[in-house]
């Protein structure tokens, strides 16, 4: 027995109580998932791809994340990233991890890379979301976690409130690699909280695979609604 | 600008040494060089810097290590070596660096300005500049240097939020907590050994790279006569007691003092006595409480009662945080932030939440008043530490034991009902109906019906709705229902007569003719004695209807529904003695 890591009520198994469970389970029943970007797309809707996809295939494998980015997923990953709250790495690292281990198209990925901040933002917020998260993937699923691997070069201005195209333009030349030879030939899964646009994943994506990444899958804690 | 996304100065620097006086000394310091200045203009030479940077956390561990041992006989190459064995936890091993050239003291103008500003506080970096700013006052040199300055010179203190103690153990420097501490590796201070508190996360991330400015308050003259100015005459209860406090404050020879008054006595008023006492001897007042409520309540009517001292409001929706002030009303989160600053700490509703279960707040009260500053508790439902003070003798007591009004507290009438039948839509029992009809036609009363948990609200309601056959006569509602304060602000109009909630109101509802229903009240977990006092102090409290109904309802009596039962007639009774008490008309 102990106490539920989102809400801090008592709870006699796992580390969320069966309210929360059911809360962030919700969605399920909700939204059709995108089978490439996995975004949620509209109630009804009964085709595979979201027309994002459809228009222009992402370059990563797939994306999946634990849950819709509003309500209490949304609340717990605000309190995490900017609150500080680092403790909540580990209740959601636990359930990015069991997203990954429950879909069979992540295949068998050798490497986990986390999403980096660039050196200015990491000094104001003293810690990296993704690096945290992708440490406790690691740990829970026995993967190598390559740290200061991916970089970001420089500063850019926040993407939460950027349209589509900005956060293109925002990203563009932002990251780069460095010690490319532990991604050479690897499946790499790519960490990150937030997955919204996809804009910031895809430029990852991008600097990996030319950097001779095999394939590169995405696990996120929350995703976009279409 | 996401939210809560704040650039923070992160406390690292270098551990240095030199000799003074013919002994090694060593000291920290994230610009060396002033350090150096300093120093040296008293006399020091081989002024000494040993590499690599650390954080403030790990330096003042370090710093403790060496000051307990003596560093006076030491050379510099043993110090490097002591410092290498007791560092080595952390990964440290350290090598000699040429010194920074000596840098000028900043100017005594802005090391005033920062003085005054952080007298009295506890405070980061940022908050000393938003401190500056909100009164009006610019800094040239950088703030950093001043605050180092102003601890070389002996007048703050610099503390990492987070710190070690004697045995390494870490511990939050302002809130106190030892159990909400995180090591993760810090990306500001590139750190392994860096711990976040996340207790007191609210106020602005406690880490162990960052610095902690501390400040005792200087003493200000500013005595004054005043008397303060009441709406209506006091008690003869009220007026005994309140001469009560203002003693205890002017003979100033006891720390504590408990007034423990009935609910609804007016116990305000008697801190009055004690704030105008504090206020003639000029000491600096704080008065605080665990509710916002309170606090946003309080401070239009201290405003009244005392025209003319300066009276500044903190809580967490006030833009003003450093206002100057001779009489401070704050919530207790905001108390985090002074340091022995007050001569007299008022604490209303000690037994409130969140202040009962929470030790960071004890923590933070006892340190915002000076050494020899006192506290005066004001509840009507005592803790069980502060009543097992009044029993050993060793807490003053004021009591308080009748109302304004002067009539006799309403005692609640216990009744045991093996099986309610509120799960599964029973009939209401004879002596509840009988209650409901005498409140609703024989009184012209609304009643309020206390249930322990959430989940009994909705079911209580359906089971009254039933009862009385008409969906408009009862509401329900507690902390987290959506409709809350629509369907309280409709109570307090008369709108409707019966509402069901939890524990959440059992403070701070005054109605004029009110009867109160406590159902299942042996429950154990929820209904402990001080909730059930408070629960039936809302009833009867006006002047118009002082003789009210209250009821406590449950599968057999509990010592605690015994107790309160127990306590409420001792008021009665010892106000009756002492010829406070009127008979019902």
Redesign the interface.
């Known amino acids: 027995m102990g106490r539920c890591s989102f809400c801090g009520r008592w709870s006699y198994r796992g580390i969320l109580c069966p309210r929360c469970t059911s809360a962030l389970e919700a969605w399920k029943r909700e939204f059709p998932i995108c089978s490439l970007c996995g975004r949620l797309m509209g109630r009804g809707v009964s085709q595979q791809l979201c027309p994002q996809c459809q228009e222009e295939k992402p370059p990563f494998r797939l994306a999946r994340a634990v849950g819709p980015y509003r309500g209490m997923l949304k609340d717990v990953i605000l309190d995490f990233k900017y609150k500080g709250r680092r403790s909540l790495s580990q209740p959601l690292g636990y359930l990015l991890a069991q997203v990954v281990a429950a879909e069979p198209l992540f295949g068998k990925p050798q490497v986990i890379i986390p999403v980096p901040l660039a050196r200015q933002r990491l000094k104001e917020r003293a810690f990296n979301q993704a690096e945290l998260l992708a440490r406790e993937v690691g740990r829970l699923l026995g993967l190598k976690v390559a740290e200061g691997v991916l970089l970001k070069e420089r500063d850019t201005v926040p993407q939460a409130g950027l349209g589509r195209k900005e956060r293109w333009i925002n990203l563009k030349d932002t990251f780069a690699l460095k010690r490319a030879s532990i991604i050479e030939g690897q499946d790499v899964l790519l960490v990150d909280d937030v997955l919204t646009t996809g804009a910031t994943v895809t430029a990852c994506t991008i600097v990996l695979l030319q950097a001779g990444a095999r394939s590169v899958s995405v696990a996120t804690l929350a995703t976009g609604i279409l | 600008?996401?939210?809560?996304?704040?650039?923070?100065f992160?406390g690292q620097g270098y551990l240095y040494f030199f000799i003074l006086g013919g002994r090694l000394r060593v000291g920290f310091s994230h610009r060396p060089g002033l350090d150096r200045g300093f120093w040296e203009a008293r006399g020091a030479i081989s002024f000494g810097l040993l590499s690599p940077q650390v954080n403030l956390g790990v330096a003042q561990f370090l710093l403790d290590k060496v000051s307990s041992r003596g560093p006076g006989q030491l050379s510099p190459y043993g110090l490097k070596c002591k410092l290498e064995e007791w560092g080595r936890h952390f990964g440290l091993s350290f090598s000699f660096k040429p010194a920074a050239p000596a840098l000028p003291s900043p100017l005594e103008e802005e090391l005033k300005f920062v003085r005054n500003v952080l007298s009295g506080r506890l405070l980061f970096l940022e908050e000393v500049d938003r401190a500056l700013r909100e009164n009006g006052l610019r800094v040239k040199s950088g703030l950093p240097d001043i605050l180092q300055y102003l601890y070389l010179q002996g007048e703050c203190e610099l503390w990492p939020a987070v710190g070690f103690d004697r045995q390494g153990l870490p511990f939050c420097r302002r809130c106190g907590g030892r159990e909400?501490l995180?090591r993760?590796?810090?990306?500001?201070?590139n750190s392994r050994f860096?711990y976040?508190c996340?207790g007191c996360?609210?106020l602005g991330?406690a880490?162990s790279?960052r610095a902690l400015y501390a400040r005792a308050g200087a003493r200000k003259n500013f005595r004054r006569n005043v008397t303060p100015r009441l709406s209506f005459p006091l008690h003869p209860a009220q007026r005994e007691a309140y001469e009560r406090a203002a003693e205890f404050v002017a003979k100033g020879q006891k720390p504590r003092c408990l007034v423990w008054a009935v609910c609804g006595a007016g116990k305000t008023e008697v801190a009055y006595g004690a704030i105008a006492a504090a206020l003639a001897q000029g000491r600096e007042i704080l008065y605080t409480s665990p509710r916002r409520e309170v606090v946003k309540e309080i401070y239009p009517r201290l405003k009244e009662a005392f025209p003319g001292v300066e009276i500044a409001v903190l809580h967490g929706e006030t833009s003003l945080k450093f206002p100057p002030a001779e009489l401070t009303v704050a919530t207790v989160h905001q108390v985090l932030r002074f340091y022995q600053r007050f001569d007299l700490v008022v604490l209303d509703e000690v037994d409130a939440f969140p202040l009962t279960g929470d030790p960071r707040l004890y923590f933070a009260l006892e340190r915002c008043r000076r050494p020899c500053g006192q506290v005066l508790y004001l509840t009507a439902t005592p803790t069980p530490e502060l009543r097992a003070g009044v029993r050993r003798g060793t807490l003053p007591v004021i009591y308080l034991p009748a109302r304004y009004h002067g009539y006799p507290l309403p005692e609640p009438e216990l009744i045991v009902i093996r099986n309610l039948g509120v799960k599964v839509g029973g009939r209401l029992p004879l002596p509840l109906q009988r209650f409901l009809e005498l409140s609703l036609v024989a009184d012209r009363a609304q009643v309020m019906v206390f249930v322990p948990t959430v989940e009994l609200v909705q079911d209580t309601v359906d089971w009254l709705r039933g009862f009385f056959g008409d969906e408009d006569r009862v509401r329900g509602c507690y902390a987290a229902s959506a409709q809350r304060e629509e369907v309280l602000a409709s109570f307090r109009r008369g709108d409707f007569p019966v509402l069901v909630t939890t524990t959440v109101m059992e403070r701070g509802v005054t109605l004029r003719r009110l009867n109160v229903l406590v159902l299942f009240a042996d429950h154990r977990y929820v209904f402990d004695e001080n909730t059930l006092i408070q629960l039936a102090g809302r009833a009867g409290r006006a002047l118009e209807y002082p003789r009210a109904r209250v009821l406590f309802v449950a599968g057999k009596i509990s010592p605690e529904m015994a107790e309160a039962l127990e306590t409420i007639r001792r008021f009665n009774r010892m106000a009756w003695e002492k010829g406070f008490l009127k008979a019902y008309k």
């Open positions: 600008m996401p939210p809560f996304l704040n650039k923070v992160c909400k995180v993760t590796g810090c990306g500001a201070c860096c976040v996340e996360l609210e991330e880490r790279c």
